[in-house]
């Protein structure tokens, strides 16, 4: 399965950006456009939320609370992106991100739908 190391995390204020990624490791990277991606979010005391995600055919999903605001790419080969615009402090959490080696055509933000997971990268906002 893909390796996946997210990075981007730290401080904004409020309304400001941050640029998360999810880099797929060098050696299974020629497997990744096989992987539907996802970015969830978890804050202490509350379950893991789907945040966005991004089909083998580059179809995107969002989470009502951040659409318009966040944006889910792939960059390359390797490296998936979330782009947080306009952020609020209930963004803050530690931000994971997901892949399964298959199409997701239900539950795409769903943690259950995933078999391969990062670390997670903290964000704070304000």
């Known amino acids: 399965h893909v390796q996946l190391v997210e990075s981007g995390g730290g401080s904004a204020q409020a309304g400001g950006s941050l640029r998360l990624s999810c880099e797929a490791s060098?050696?299974?990277?020629?497997?990744?456009?096989?992987?539907?991606m996802g970015w969830f979010r978890q804050a202490p005391g509350k379950e893991r939320e789907g945040v966005a995600a991004?089909?083998?055919?580059?179809?995107t999903s969002y989470a009502d609370s951040v659409k318009g605001r966040f944006t889910i790419s792939k960059d390359n080969a390797k490296i998936m992106v979330l782009q947080m615009n306009s952020l609020k402090p209930e963004d803050t959490a530690m931000y994971y991100c997901?892949?399964?080696?298959?199409?997701?055509?239900?539950?795409?933000?769903?943690?259950?739908?995933?078999?391969?997971w990062g670390q997670g990268t903290q964000v704070t906002v304000s």
């Open positions: 991004i089909d083998r055919d580059g179809f």
């Open positions: 060098e050696y299974t990277f020629r497997t990744f456009g096989r992987h539907c």
């Open positions: 997901a892949a399964v080696p298959s199409q997701l055509n239900a539950q795409r933000l769903w943690a259950g739908s995933y078999t391969n």
